[in-house]
């Protein structure tokens, strides 16, 4: 740490006292995330109570020209959080009040470090929830930074579609509002969407304002097993192009579903194996149910197997977002490298069948989950990330993999971002338009006090 | 013109011939747009016939700092095409190829000069069509610089819910593309919605992905008069609360009533009346239809007047996108003045009535027209651009009621954009976000040349 680091810090320090640490043990927690990339600690961590707090720090940090690094739940795939370059960790978790909620509207606006089941708790009380939803309970803020999307997304859309503003902290400290509580605008650039999907690379959000939905009617679950993946995926492609509205469509494969009876206790046939979800009237549910049965049927799937009471219902979702941690279960002392690819579905089929050739021929166990209603899957690649075989061998696969999925029109990540681990991808799968992002972080953070070393080499 | 341009535009004319014009009509012509602004006209207008000859074009105008000015159908309503500092028009409208519609995926790429209207009809026979639906038959490059929507956003969104990806001509006169095929991406910077709704300010929109829908199997189209405006919206804002997903519902106060019925030929009575659309199967628009006959009678909804036909429905939907052009009927010559506000559902009733009450009160003919479902409502003030009484008393209304919708958490537009028109609307609805739009601005176009004068104050 230089001396202007730790000058800044201890100005920080007389200011907030103990929320600033600079333990070890707070300082490696902060460094990393629940992947295979490899951990790097700030030089300190900052637990932020306020906007007018964060604002605050990152004014210090920028006139001494430190790193500033969001942390939410630690809960991404990509090395987001680890402060590659040293500086500051502006801990958010604190911040984690339900500021409005508008049962009217159907919106509220929540802090940044509130957590997406503390979330879905309170909002149920009132008929309410928010549809966004990826495995791990990670705060708001951080699936805002990360355009983090989940099982939903088919019906409900991503984080791009359910944010409808943000008060985002700059590089300068300076606070601004971006949106606005109107169902649609065309009030000047779309400063929401610039940021959602930043990355903590353009400002640190603070707050978010959501959109949200009325608890359906009827909600019906039922997973459905078939003999191969791709009977499984062409199911999910005829109802998709069918437009019938699952809510959910959910692939695991075979080697995921022994991985998650095994950890969440389900008792399901080892095989590809489809979680459904359908939202609405009796009618409506039962129609849509009828028809996907029947799609299934002729793709040689067996009869559903229905989650009759709501306890059964959130077993099943329940195991599906543990997947990544019974995943991780199958080889001791395994971190994961988790791919993301998302294709147009009409290519998913061709995709999915050939990652599953590569991974067949492969020494690592790397089970399957999709959220293949939006042509999105993820292998999660166990590795032991000190094991140089087992990196080239996961580093391969993803590249193989990745430039697959690009060749059909897809992109490298559906829902986990670039951070530090895609940022060559980023530039095959956009070309020339990386060049015009840079740009903008450039203008947006002259001195690349954000989060530096994620989503672009290293601005100079 | 100065010798710089003069010289510009001979270039441009060795290379591109009459396709390059200077004749004081087609000048006139592309100055100007629907609207009460006052035309200015540019100083060339290049009729482009490909991406590549954008980028050569706006190069020459970089070169020679002359501002470019994106035109496709001059439908815009905020003076967006005027050119108020000179230059060159690029009109688009040659550019209406098609290029690639896939069923399988419900996606198609278009050349940004193609027409709503146009394109509608080349997907009809795929069973296909594109959701939104401004008044006007307008570009699909202009309704994304917009970020246009109309009727049907209340269920399917605006041009940033359903444009997949841009190519772009920025400044320089370089092209990128941006977003992709996949149906949710986490692969950097929304560049895509970026350039969504930037008016012409950050580049020239060539090319445009969309979303597309499969055409339901029921389309199902009624009317319903109310004897209050008050009335009619509180039963929108029910339908709304309540979740019931209608395709299309749109208020038309007695006023537009009174001039569709004279314009479009229809024979509705004259009372604020709503037009409601389902779309679904069978049974469920069935049932939606009766929950929202339900709710109107209960607020003295007559008996809902089915469009029984197609013929009759597009004859409906017909007098409803010419609504604008009914209404300037009523004075002859006249010009429109037309606001476009948007609020939280929950503020529509209070806000409407207000707006009413105003305009009671004032000498201007001013017929309402709303997407309702979406909280956004048109005031079309019918005024003589050079009467100053008139400009004045609509330049008094149009503020009160942007002010009065800003403080219920509104937009100042919530489809028609800034333009010209709404500059400092801008900055009272997004205070210091709109420094950091012009940080993007500048950044993006260092030397101010594209469509200069508008959405900000000129940036020296």
Same sequence: chains 1, 2.
């Avoid at 509207?105 to 928010?130: I, K, M, S």
């Avoid at 791009?160 to 985002?168: K, P, S």
């Avoid at 437009?243 to 998650?260: C, F, K, N």
Wanted: aromatic residues 4%; glycine residues 10%.
């Amino acid at each position: 740490m230089d001396e202007q680091s730790t000058s800044m810090i201890e100005e920080l320090r007389s200011r907030y006292g103990r929320r600033v640490s600079t333990s070890k043990s707070v300082l490696d927690q902060h460094g990393r995330d629940e992947s295979h990339h490899l951990p790097a600690p700030p030089d300190a961590v900052f637990f932020a109570a306020s906007t007018d707090e964060v604002a605050d720090a990152v004014s210090l940090c920028a006139a001494a020209k430190v790193p500033v690094i969001p942390f939410g739940a630690g809960t991404s795939l990509e090395g987001h959080v680890a402060a590659l370059r040293g500086g500051l960790s502006i801990d958010l978790t604190a911040m984690n009040r339900v500021l409005e909620v508008s049962a009217a509207d159907l919106d509220c606006r929540v802090e940044a470090g509130l957590t997406r089941l503390a979330l879905a708790e309170r909002l149920a009380p009132q008929g309410l929830f928010f549809p966004v939803d990826p495995g791990a309970d990670a705060t708001i803020g951080g699936m805002a930074a990360t355009r983090a999307s989940g099982t939903s997304a088919v019906r409900y859309g991503t984080m791009r579609e359910n944010v409808l503003g943000l008060t985002v902290v700059l590089a300068d400290g300076s606070i601004i509002r971006t949106g606005g509580r109107a169902r649609k605008s065309a009030a000047g650039y779309d400063l929401t969407r610039l940021f959602v999907g930043s990355e903590g690379t353009l400002g640190v959000i603070t707050e978010v304002a959501l959109r949200l939905r009325g608890i359906p009617e009827v909600i019906a679950a039922a997973t459905c097993a078939f003999d191969t993946i791709n009977d499984a995926v062409d199911t999910v492609i005829e109802t998709i192009q069918l437009g019938i509205p699952v809510a959910r469509i959910e692939l695991l494969d075979e080697v995921q579903v022994r991985a998650s009876n095994r950890f969440s206790g389900t008792d399901l046939p080892e095989k590809p194996t489809l979680f459904i979800e359908f939202h609405g009237s009796e009618a409506g549910t039962a129609d849509e149910a009828r028809a996907v049965a029947e799609i299934a049927e002729t793709h040689g799937g067996a009869k559903f197997a229905w989650a009759t009471n709501s306890e059964d219902r959130s077993a099943l979702w329940r195991a599906r977002h543990d997947a990544y941690y019974a995943a991780l279960q199958l080889v001791p002392h395994s971190k994961g490298w988790v791919t993301d690819v998302c294709v147009p579905i009409s290519r998913l089929a061709e995709c999915l069948v050939e990652t599953k050739r590569d991974l067949e021929g492969s020494l690592l166990q790397a089970p399957i989950v999709g959220h293949v209603g939006d042509g999105n899957f993820h292998v999660a690649m166990l590795i032991d990330p000190d094991d140089p075989d087992q990196v080239a061998e996961a580093s391969r696969l993803n590249q193989r993999i990745i430039e697959r999925a690009v060749a059909l029109g897809g992109t490298c990540t559906g829902e986990h971002g670039i951070g530090a681990g895609k940022i060559a991808y980023l530039e095959q799968e956009h070309g020339p338009a990386v060049e015009v992002m840079k740009v903008v972080k450039a203008a947006l953070d002259p001195h690349s006090i954000l989060n530096p070393g994620k989503m672009f080499r290293d601005i100079s």
